[in-house]
């Protein structure tokens, strides 16, 4: 199994609604990322977490919010959000294997949000 | 930070010709560049990588260069197919998890 399911594929909140991003690999990595991407641009590095902990937080604006719940799982807490938010959303994970400092990243078919 | 560079930006080939596309990397402690081709409405996937300690690495009809002195790094489709036509986007890497995309580059290959 190579892959990484992310759910929901759509969401359309309003600026006051909570709602949280799913992600979830059963490959065995131990990082796993958050991703933003605005149509035709790069992907831009949210968060990192390695083995359950937060390693990298790219100075992301505390109206998201990471959670790992075990090394299978990731969530991405929305709240308060703005409509420049308004993107999508891509989670990715890599095997961090011991020796090795850079392994492929595998990554989820992303949730497109919409910030209404 | 990394700040990696690409060009160009969009590409047109004919069918059976070949597609380069080029990168350039800021921090010379970066150590792994990756190239992700991304088709519309999907995810990345990885195409092709290659590690400091390599200077060339082919893979069928896809190749990628390292100079790491010019910091530069260049990814090669041959006998390009319209199944080539998609987003390609390079990235550097100094450390583990920490991966900095370029702009990306629309490749086009006209049937």
């Known amino acids: 199994d190579t892959e990484v399911t992310q759910t929901p594929k759509h969401l359309v909140m309003g600026m006051t609604n909570k709602k949280s991003l799913k992600c979830e690999q059963h490959?065995?990595?131990?990082?796993m990322y958050w991703y933003k991407q605005k149509a035709k641009k790069p992907p831009e590095l949210m968060f990192v977490?390695?083995?359950?902990?937060?390693?990298i937080n790219e100075s992301v604006p505390s109206r998201f919010s990471p959670e790992c719940p075990n090394s299978s799982l990731l969530n991405l807490h929305l709240h308060a959000l703005q409509p420049e938010d308004s993107a999508l959303y891509l989670c990715?994970?890599?095997?961090?294997?011991?020796?090795?400092?850079?392994?492929?990243?595998?990554f989820g078919q992303g949730t497109r949000l919409t910030v209404v | 930070g990394e700040n990696v560079e690409q060009h160009p930006s969009t590409l047109s080939v004919q069918e059976g010709d070949s597609a380069v596309i080029k990168c350039t990397y800021s921090?010379?402690?970066?150590?792994?560049f990756p190239w992700y081709k991304q088709e519309l409405g999907k995810r990345p996937q990885l195409i092709i990588d290659?590690?400091?300690?390599?200077g060339e690495k082919k893979d069928q009809r896809i190749a990628v260069t390292l100079n790491k002195t010019a910091k530069h790094f260049s990814l090669h489709i041959t006998e390009t197919q319209p199944e080539d036509s998609a987003v390609y986007f390079c990235?550097?890497?100094?450390?583990?998890?920490?991966?900095?995309f370029g702009t990306g580059t629309s490749l086009t290959v006209i049937p």
């Open positions: 977490y390695s083995y359950e902990k937060l390693s």
């Open positions: 921090d010379s402690a970066s150590n792994y």
């Open positions: 290659i590690r400091s300690n390599v």
């Open positions: 490959m065995g990595h131990r990082a």
């Open positions: 990235a550097a890497s100094r450390a583990p998890y920490q991966f900095y």
């Open positions: 990715a994970s890599s095997q961090d294997r011991a020796g090795t400092l850079h392994a492929e990243a595998f």
